[in-house]
């Protein structure tokens, strides 16, 4: 066993060291690795073309998003970044209580009947929200305003505005506001503004000036009125 494994991290370490081996597996992997995302590209476009899956302006990633019926639901808002490795399930689930849990008609070619497959309800996913590396959500799972998920969470259920969660089944573990001023932040609804408009103001959006920030919202809510 000792043996195997000094051979395993020998190859690992010629991966990374970069010999003629190397070279082919490093463009095989760039090959294969273009044709998956590329194929991921395209079922994504396939979901939002169906009207399963929505996607915001400027969010951006590549989740995979595990759809078995016609049925399943995920909509993710603006301005949303997601990290390798995100799954959504917005369905999928097996009869728990029957005999089996193997969905024979389906597997089988015979007429599905809709009871067999379950849903909790669509995953909405508000904008702003942060899904970090490898976080799994759920069916019926809503994901707050400025909402974090960390990396390898599996979300089973809602995410307040603003909140930080992670673990599994992800539980808060952190607030990035005061519940007064994720109220506020999420009051500015800013990912409806001009993009002209927030590249002006980027300074101010990547600072941690929230209460400059809220000034700002309330300003230019007097000059509208
Ligand atoms: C969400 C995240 C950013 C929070 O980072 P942070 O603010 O530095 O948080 P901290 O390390 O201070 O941890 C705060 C608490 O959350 C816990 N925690 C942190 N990450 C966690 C995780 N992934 N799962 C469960 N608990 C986690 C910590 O143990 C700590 O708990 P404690 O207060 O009881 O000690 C981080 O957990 C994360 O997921 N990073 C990965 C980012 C990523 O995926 N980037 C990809 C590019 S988009």
Not at 10 to 27: C, F, M, P, Q, T
Not at 176 to 192: H, I, K, Q, V, Y
């Given at each position: 066993m000792k043996g195997k494994q000094t051979v395993a991290m020998?190859?690992?370490?010629?991966?990374?060291?970069?010999?003629?081996?190397?070279?082919?597996?490093?463009?095989v992997?760039?090959?294969?690795?273009?044709?998956?995302?590329?194929?991921?590209?395209?079922?994504?476009?396939?979901?939002?073309?169906?009207?399963?899956?929505?996607?915001?302006?400027h969010t951006y990633g590549l989740p995979t998003v595990f759809v078995s019926h016609p049925e399943d639901r995920v909509s993710i808002g603006r301005y949303?970044?997601?990290?390798?490795?995100?799954?959504?399930?917005?369905?999928?689930?097996?009869?728990?209580?029957?005999?089996?849990?193997f969905p024979f008609r389906m597997r089988w070619g015979i007429e599905v009947v809709d009871s067999t497959v379950r849903r909790h309800g669509p995953i909405i996913v508000e904008d702003d929200v942060w899904l970090c590396m490898g976080s799994t959500i759920l069916s019926g799972v809503r994901i707050g305003t400025g909402g974090v998920v960390a990396a390898g969470a599996v979300v089973v259920e809602d995410v307040e505005p603003y909140q930080i969660v992670g673990g599994i089944p992800a539980r808060?573990?952190?607030?990035?506001?005061?519940?007064?001023?994720?109220?506020?932040?999420?009051?500015?609804?800013?990912?409806?503004?001009p993009e002209a408009e927030i590249r002006r103001i980027l300074p101010l959006m990547e600072s941690g000036r929230v209460v400059e920030f809220l000034a700002y919202v309330d300003s230019r809510a007097a000059n509208d009125a």
């Open positions: 020998a190859g690992l370490a010629e991966l990374v060291g970069g010999g003629a081996g190397s070279r082919l597996l490093g463009r992997g760039k090959v294969v690795s273009a044709l998956e995302t590329r194929g991921q590209v395209a079922k994504i476009g396939r979901l939002v073309a169906s009207g399963q899956l929505a996607i915001g302006t949303c970044s997601i990290a390798p490795g995100v799954v959504f399930i917005p369905g999928g689930l097996h009869q728990l209580g029957t005999v089996s849990t808060p573990i952190g607030e990035r506001f005061d519940r007064s001023t994720a109220a506020a932040l999420a009051g500015s609804r800013w990912w409806e503004w």
